[in-house]
């Protein structure tokens, strides 16, 4: 399951952010998913929360959003300091 291994890579990469920036909270994480990645969404939702629980992401909004193409990306994060 492929959304488990993206979703732990997220969570790093923003919570090395919220580090950075001294957040306290993210409240939400934008993302780019390619059509032609295969990832499933409610999996990739279901694994975020699962890799976020009992960080500063716990309670974070994930918004996916699907394109034409390979890749993941994450757009943009919302920090609250």
Do not use: C, W, Y
Request: aromatic share 4%; proline share 1%; no cysteine.
């Amino acid at each position: 399951m492929h959304e488990s291994a993206a979703a732990q890579q997220i969570v790093r990469t923003v919570l090395s952010e919220a580090g950075r920036r001294r957040a306290t909270e993210v409240t939400s994480v934008d993302v780019e998913i390619g059509e032609l990645d295969g990832f499933r969404e409610v999996a990739l939702r279901e694994a975020f929360a699962i890799e976020a629980k009992g960080t500063p992401l716990e309670h974070t909004t994930l918004n996916v959003h699907v394109r034409a193409g390979r890749g993941l990306v994450i757009q943009r994060a919302s920090f609250v300091t």
